[in-house]
């Protein structure tokens, strides 16, 4: 039986967090832009649903840019 006390947590290492911040970065745009595309064929209230997620992708991509800034001044 092994000891949780005793494991020692691995170290926070931030040195790629930018790079993967940025990869978040364009997956959410390219799944922005094939849910554009999604919605020429799309009606009523699936479109709402797709104009909704949409404005909350924009909204986590300022966020993602938010923190590389962040990330990019320690």
Sequence with gaps: ???KHNQQAKPDDRSDNA???????QNTIENL???HET???SSGEEKEQIIAKNKRREEAIEGFREEIKDESNQ
Excluded: G, P, Y
Aim: glycine content about 0%.
């Design 19 to 25: 790079e993967k911040i940025q990869n978040m970065v």
């Design 39 to 41: 919605m020429q064929f």
């Design 1 to 3: 039986m092994t000891d």
């Design 33 to 35: 832009e094939a849910a």
